[in-house]
């Protein structure tokens, strides 16, 4: 399995709602990110996990939180967004954060509009 | 910020190479040049990835000058599912040094 999955594809949410994205890998990858992508521009890196430790966070507002459960899981809790906030959500994942093989996997995205 | 300067579109003919250019002139000896792609509304895709020389893979070739100034990546025969946006990206193998995405090139393969 060299996949990573993202769920859910789209996600509608008011600037009131809690809502999580989910992202799955089984490549025993022990790093995994979160990027934000805006219309036409490039990915931006968002959250690293490392070991299922949280190891960067890019200054991104406490209105996301990650969470890494286990060593194939890789959550995005987001709770009172604001439309800016709208964009493609890439989940990524490599062997490992630092050193040789740590070329990433990204998932096919979730499609966030906030309104 | 990005340390890659890219064209930002290019045009190819379906069946013919497609040489997409990189400049990285600030490269440091420790930081490998990798190569992503993005089709639309796809997560982006790893294609290569090289230190100094010359590499090859299923999916394309990357030369790296002798200066490590510059790179081009070469996709043999291009087709009409290789139009896409390409990443260039400089990274150290350490531990703290992210993937920083610059705007890419926008490659349009014509029939």
């Known amino acids: 399995d060299t996949e990573v999955t993202q769920t859910p594809k789209h996600l509608v949410m008011g600037m009131t709602n809690k809502k999580s994205l989910k992202c799955e890998q089984h490549?025993?990858?022990?790093?995994m990110y979160w990027y934000k992508q805006k219309a036409k521009k490039p990915p931006e890196l968002m959250f690293v996990?490392?070991?299922?430790?949280?190891?960067i966070n890019e200054s991104v507002p406490s209105r996301f939180s990650p969470e890494c459960p286990n060593s194939s899981l890789l959550n995005l809790h987001l709770h009172a967004l604001q439309p800016e906030d709208s964009a493609l959500y890439l989940c990524?994942?490599?062997?490992?954060?630092?050193?040789?093989?740590?070329?990433?996997?990204f998932g096919p995205g979730t499609r966030l509009t906030v309104l | 910020d990005a340390k890659t300067t890219q064209p930002p579109s290019m045009d190819c003919a379906e069946g013919r190479a497609a040489n997409l250019p990189c400049n990285h002139s600030?490269?440091?000896?420790?930081?490998?040049v990798y190569w992503y792609r993005q089709i639309h509304s796809q997560g982006p895709q790893y294609i290569i990835h090289?230190?100094?020389n010359n590499e090859t893979n299923e999916m394309a070739s990357l030369i790296i000058t002798e200066d490590r100034k510059s790179s081009t990546l070469i996709l043999p025969h291009a087709t009409l599912r290789d139009t896409a946006v390409y990443y260039c990206?400089?990274?150290?193998?350490?531990?703290?040094?992210?993937?920083?995405f610059g705007p890419g090139t926008r490659l349009s393969v014509l029939p």
């Open positions: 990524a994942s490599s062997q490992r954060y630092s050193g040789a093989y740590n070329e990433q996997f």
């Open positions: 490549m025993g990858h022990r790093a």
């Open positions: 996990y490392s070991y299922e430790k949280l190891s």
């Open positions: 600030t490269i440091s000896g420790n930081e490998y």
């Open positions: 090289g230190l100094k």
């Open positions: 990206i400089v990274r150290v193998e350490s531990y703290g040094q992210n993937f920083v």
